[in-house]
């Protein structure tokens, strides 16, 4: 097959895109706890409908993140298989493990376990049910999985429902498989019941050859839902209808059975859940009488009667608690989890529409055997959608619309410990480059009622920011931070490096110079420094090497006296050139080139050390940097990791104590021995060569900086001077390590940073499993849980960083930016980088306001009541509002820019039907137009454009954006907001035909607002009149309602709800509003956006984007309909919200370090991802294309559910639009191996049509993949 080729447009004019998801969605539709990487170790599974998320609860129940991954696909419901030994097979890479089940829209039933070496998830087995999608007869919409992994079940949406048995004898493929690949003959079926609301597996005991399965049915043309137990017999493989219950004559509604609940601690029995009841089902005489069997029902728990509570607070958007509709949703279980590996009891947790969490206990009664119920404890919080009570005494609640709560179960009571955090749904944002700190943050409205809130994003890991001192530390060339003691908690020393100077500090958040009590020299430039005996510490200069005791004055436990103790070495007529310092030993790169020594200490009293000198050698090469490794890897391991290598990871014969890290002039990395006598002797070397797409070497491959790392094996990290990170690995054919005989490291991968040279800082001083911070154009964060991941932080690019360990910070990071310092502590338990700012309500529309630094958000308070706020953007305090009255609900707001004022455009509607017929239609009503500026609206005005004006100081100095305690001592400011000194004027009032949806500012003369299907064109009467009045110029009608609105130049784009997006301009000199160009297809838009004056990009609730430009050639032919056409698709797959065009996006240019811009689009979801869209040639889009469907092909990278990546993203996409390239599948090929990604693009790809004829297959080169993946992966980071 043969595809179009992409580059044939040599120009820039056609509009191509690469989509790249920033931030993955946060809701938790799904979630399982078991033994997935490890049977040591115990972990969490979240399913997050287009992701996986696997997380670690540790002991202070903050949840740890180990790995997200897209599955390029929708799930639809997941389960855990538990490990079964006589029901799965024996294999090395499931043995012990629990497996993911889980269904999609590619239509298979999968099996999932997590590969360590690869670090993501990966397919065991999948199962074809059905075709890609979703079908209501058949196979792939619900779930079961029998509690003791005998059989798995599923079902369609309706009249048919499968059972898959679990067998040894299936092998990999877990389940037994057909014959003739029909499920039908792999399991029997049942057709015509009707729709399938809820099923699951009643517990039997192990030796049992039957399986009962419970569902939960409405039959067509019935008045109620039933539950029906169908009996599978295993060995004749067959299905019968094992027992019937129907709650005949009660009331439908009332009772409505909507969910069935396995009871793994009482075999025979399930739970029925019914509206304010839950219902013990006694199926014990199934399978012992005749078919069917009869089924004894009891009301285990009825909580009708007090589910209502009359002083609670209604909720925006819910009817009253007295209404019926509202009454009857609080008698819904939304959530329920059983207590795991419960002995003789058994613990059933569960929320209600009302909120909260109530926890029974289930004990048998010992005359029946049934089980009887009493309540233990009750947790307050919001509606919870999901509740997992995991092995290890943690409940995580996922909160509806809010953040997840993990709780601790103790003392028969529930206890708070931590947040999950959820961005959901995001409603609106602003990206500003808030204070000037050289990155773009995302204010954002997230959630909805009271959990509703205004989050501020950030791209990459984030950082709390402490400190920041004025910026007068110029010509810095190094810092570090030292201890007294090995065994001291904390840092006492942090020593700044200029080019002529050295200052030692004391830590802590007052930095003091004690530069003569350490007794370092001062006026010379320190090339390293360090601890070398408990109270000494060692300061490497040029022409020497001093070892110094400090006194008290520095250090409490230092010497007496008012000098310290101080004593040198030094080699005349050698200078040195690079040094590091470790316990006992001094290794020195002495300026003559190649030679290399190492100074010991020795004890000369008995509080007295000097240095001596214990070996020289001169080496093959010039040494760039040295690094060594803390010899003792018994620290703790990070509980991400734990469990996952038992055995030894460090290769034989090496004595990682007596070893050290050397990069030289070559350009190599060798790892030395520092043993006495051994001279330096290699343990192993790896050759720095790297080779350009035209077959020449690499410039700039000189270490900078080398790092032992230590994960699943011992890794050799090394930092180019040309901004590059390569990391090597030992050769696994080599069982011992000799001097003889140095091993050759292997380059795995090789990553480039930026084009500044790469320094290496381990947060924890050279230990080895400690994560590493990558100083280039900008910080990276190397993860060592996470097989060295990757991550950018969120901070500006820093020359220097030090980790520092005090009292008050004992996880803080000092960075140097801007000849700044700045004391931050990083956040790596979060798996978001959000900070909260509560609103207690529903914010649909949020601001930043330039000319004071705060924000103006719009709340919507309850069903008939909102507002317009002012807030704080540190702490989230209200700093004024505007509110509106009974019925007048604010819909849109848009800053303007009139002369020398920031007004408010604000849009509101003036009664609460719905603006929108179920056809996309506005709501008919006779036409109307009013111009107030008394605050009267006349009831026939369905709508009012309200001009209001802050009144506000300017913003605050932005020198220290946080507060602290040593603000003063440190040189800062803080910040601090006044709110009695800000207030909204009100300017005007316009009264409209319809709600007003959608404003705009156009030409900064001009408003733009659309009232239903009504756009209007708004001016002022006259500039020197005050008020002004606001009168209407012009206006055109559509066929929908208009629900978005653009503007670029004289260009308006408006988004029609069905008829997608409209151009239009308008026109001065006539003063009309005519339509210029039209959208080519009908879609059901979310949000619009002009790039340009001629390009549109469009969301619509398909969740699919589309980017639309004019089409010259038919451009001007009096047909509308055909002046745009659609260039570019890309399946979203969740229902997107907003969408903005990004001002500017820098990177690093093809080989130069020079900034340029590019066109950008940010777009949001109901789900609370962040699609960031960056448009590229055609030349790079032809090329990444290639590279793209060799990776959707390759089992490493290929989506793991089994779909099929071109038709997932393709969704919609009309004939002949060409897709948008997904960022997210192309990342992975930088993820892989060096020899993985030669051999991708060694492999033959698809064929490509010419336009002058003929096929051929793209020839890719490595060098200029990766340089144009690392080059879009700093724009979108």
Request: hydrophobic letters at 40%.
């Amino acid at each position: 097959m043969a595809v179009q080729d992409a580059s044939a447009a040599e120009d820039d004019s056609e509009v191509l895109y690469l989509a790249k998801c920033l931030q993955k969605s946060s809701v938790v539709s799904h979630a399982v706890c078991g033994h997935i990487r490890s049977p040591l170790m115990l972990e969490v599974v979240f399913g997050k409908e287009t992701a996986l998320e696997l997380v670690v609860l540790v002991e202070d129940g903050s949840v740890q993140p180990v790995c997200e991954q897209s599955v390029f696909g929708i799930i639809k419901d997941m389960k855990l298989l538990p490990w079964n030994e006589h029901r799965r097979a024996p294999y090395s890479q499931t043995y012990g493990k629990d497996l993911l089940v889980l269904l999609s829209d590619s239509g298979k039933l999968s099996f999932l376990t997590f590969s360590v070496d690869l670090h993501r998830f990966v397919a065991v087995s999948q199962i074809h049910l059905s075709h890609p999608g979703t079908s209501l007869r058949e196979l792939g919409w619900l779930l079961a999985v029998d509690s003791r992994s005998r059989a798995v079940a599923v079902s369609a949406i309706e009249d048919l429902v499968a059972i898959f048995p679990t067998s040894v004898a299936a092998g990999e493929n877990v389940v037994e498989k057909a014959t003739a690949g029909n499920v039908a003959n792999d399991a029997e079926s049942t057709y015509g019941w009707g729709t399938i609301w809820s099923m699951a597996f009643v517990a039997s005991p192990e030796e049992s050859h039957q399986l009962l399965l419970a569902v939960i049915l409405h039959r067509k043309g019935a008045l109620s839902n039933e539950l029906q137990v169908l009996l599978c017999d295993t060995n004749e493989r067959s299905i019968h209808l094992g027992a019937r219950y129907h709650p005949s004559g009660e009331p439908a509604i009332d009772f409505l059975t909507y969910g069935v609940v396995e009871m793994p601690a009482f075999p025979g029995f399930v739970l029925l859940l019914r509206l304010g009841e839950i219902v013990l089902v006694d199926a014990r005489a199934i399978g012992t009488t005749t078919y069917p069997a009869n089924l004894v029902a009891f009301s285990l728990l009825d909580f009708r009667d007090t589910v209502v509570d009359a002083e609670e607070r209604p909720r925006p958007y819910y009817r009253a608690p007295d209404d019926e509709y509202g009454a009857r949703a609080k008698l819904f279980i939304s959530a329920w989890c059983w207590e795991p590996d419960s002995k003789g009891q058994a613990r059933l947790a569960f929320s209600t529409g009302k909120g909260g969490i109530d926890v029974v206990t289930l004990s048998p009664d010992a005359a029946s055997g049934r089980p009887t119920l009493v309540r233990d404890c009750q947790y307050k919080c919001s509606q919870c959608r999901l509740l997992l009570w995991t092995s290890d005494g943690f409940m995580t609640a996922m909160i509806e619309m809010g953040d997840g709560h993990v709780l601790k179960v103790e003392d028969g009571q529930l206890s708070f410990q931590s947040f999950v955090q959820n961005i959901a749904p995001i409603l609106d944002f602003s990206l500003v480059d808030y204070y000037g700190e050289k990155q773009d943050q995302m204010f954002a409205c997230c959630g909805g009622d009271e959990e509703g809130s205004v989050r501020i994003i950030r791209n990459g890991n984030s950082v709390e920011k402490l400190i920041c001192t004025p910026p007068v530390y110029q010509g810095v060339s190094g810092i570090w931070t030292m201890r007294y003691r090995f065994k001291d908690p904390y840092h006492a020393f942090f020593l700044i490096s200029f080019v002529e100077e050295t200052r030692v500090l004391s830590v802590g958040l007052n930095f003091v110079d004690i530069t003569d009590a350490v007794g370092f020299e001062s006026q010379v430039n320190t090339l390293a420094c360090g601890l070398v005996e408990d109270g000494w510490v060692a300061q490497v200069w040029r022409y020497e090497v001093k070892l110094c005791s400090p006194t008290k004055a520095a250090h409490p436990a230092g010497v007496s006296g008012s000098s310290p103790l101080s004593t040198t070495w030094r080699k005349p007529g050698y200078p040195i050139s690079v040094g590091a310092v470790c316990r006992s030993r001094v290794i020195l790169a002495l300026a003559r080139p190649g030679l290399l020594l190492m100074l010991g200490t020795t004890q000369t009293s008995a509080e007295s050390f000097e240095l001596v000198e214990l070996q020289l050698c001169m080496m093959e090469a010039e040494i760039s940097c040295i690094s060594i490794p803390q010899g003792d890897i018994s620290i703790p391991v990070p509980p991400t990791i734990a469990g996952l290598h038992a055995g030894n990871t460090v290769p034989a014969g090496v004595d990682l104590g007596n070893v050290c890290v050397v990069g030289t002039h070559k350009p190599s990395v060798e790892l030395l021995s520092i043993v006495p006598g051994d001279k330096f002797a290699p343990f192993a070397v790896g050759q720095v060569s790297l080779i350009t797409s035209v077959g020449t070497a690499v410039s700039g491959c000189i270490p900078q900086d080398v790092r032992l790392a230590l994960f699943d094996r011992l890794y050799i990290l090394a930092g180019l001077r040309n901004g590059m990170l390569l990391r090597y690995e030992w050769p696994e054919d080599t069982p011992s390590l000799v001097l003889s005989k140095p091993a050759e490291l292997h380059l795995i991968a090789a990553r480039r940073l930026g084009v500044s040279p790469v320094c290496l800082v381990p947060l924890e001083a050279c230990a080895l499993r400690a994560d590493i911070i990558a100083l280039s154009d900008r910080p990276w964060l190397l993860q060592m849980a996470k097989r060295i991941s990757y991550t950018s932080i969120s901070f500006q690019p820093s020359t220097h960083a030090t980790p520092v360990c005090s009292k008050d910070c004992p996880k803080g990071i000092i960075f140097l930016a801007d000849c700044s310092l700045h004391l931050v502590e990083m956040e790596q338990s979060r798996t978001l980088n959000v900070q909260k700012l509560r609103l207690g309500c529903t914010g649909r529309r949020v601001l930043y306001h330039p000319e004071s630094g705060v924000l103006i958000v719009l709340r919507l308070l309850s069903e008939h009541r909102s507002d317009v706020c002012c807030i704080e953007p540190l702490s989230g305090a209200v700093l004024c509002v505007h509110p509106f009255g009974v019925g007048q609900i604010v819909k849109c707001m848009e800053l303007m820019k009139l002369g020398d004022e920031q007004l408010l455009l604000v849009g509101t509607a003036s009664d609460t039907r719905r603006a929108v017929m179920a056809t996309g239609e506005a709501e008919r009503q006779a036409f109307y137009f009013c111009v107030s500026n008394t605050g009267y609206f006349p009831s026939s005005s369905r709508g009012v454009l309200v001009v209001l004006y802050l009144d506000a100081p300017p913003p605050p100095s932005p020198h220290s954006p946080m507060s602290s305690p040593a603000s003063e001592s440190s040189g800062g400011a803080s910040i601090v907001f006044q709110p009695d000194d800000y207030c909204f004027v009100p300017r005007a009032n316009v009264g409209l035909p319809g709600p007003v949806n959608a404003v705009a500012s156009y030409l900064g003369q001009y408003v733009l607002a659309c009232a239903g299907n009504h756009l209007f064109c708004l001016g002022i009467a006259s500039m020197d009149e005050s008020p002004r009045r606001w009168k209407k110029l012009a206006s055109i009608k559509t066929r929908f309602v208009i629900t978005s609105i653009s503007v670029r130049f004289t260009t308006i784009a408006v988004g029609d709800c069905r008829d997608g997006v409209l151009l239009f301009t308008y026109r001065e000199d006539s003063k009309k509003l005519e339509p210029i160009r039209c959208d080519p297809m009908r879609r059901l838009v979310s949000d619009c956006t002009l790039v340009d004056v001629d390009t549109a990009v469009v969301v619509d609730r398909h969740g699919n984007f589309c980017a639309l430009s004019t089409n010259e050639e038919t451009e001007g032919n009096g047909s509308p309909e055909k002046n745009l056409e659609a260039h570019c698709w890309f399946h979203i797959g969740e229902v997107c919200t907003t969408v903005r065009k990004v001002r500017t996006s820098r990177f690093l240019c093809k080989d130069t370090s020079r900034e340029c811009s590019v066109s950008c689009v940010i777009a949001t979801t109901l789900l609370g991802s962040v699609f960031i869209f960056v448009r590229i040639t055609g030349e790079e889009y032809s090329l990444l294309q290639a590279l793209q469907r060799r990776l959707s092909f390759l089992p490493a990278t290929a989506p793991v559910l089994g779909n099929d990546h071109a038709r997932f993203r393709g969704q919609g996409r009309p004939a002949g639009v060409k897709e948008v390239l997904d960022g997210d599948l192309l990342e992975q090929f930088l993820e892989l191996t060096s020899a993985e990604q030669v051999a991708v693009l060694k492999e033959p790809g698809p064929m490509v049509l010419r336009k002058s004829g003929g096929a051929y297959s793209p020839e890719l080169q490595v060098e200029r993949v990766l340089r144009l993946l690392e080059k879009i992966h700093h724009t979108v980071t």
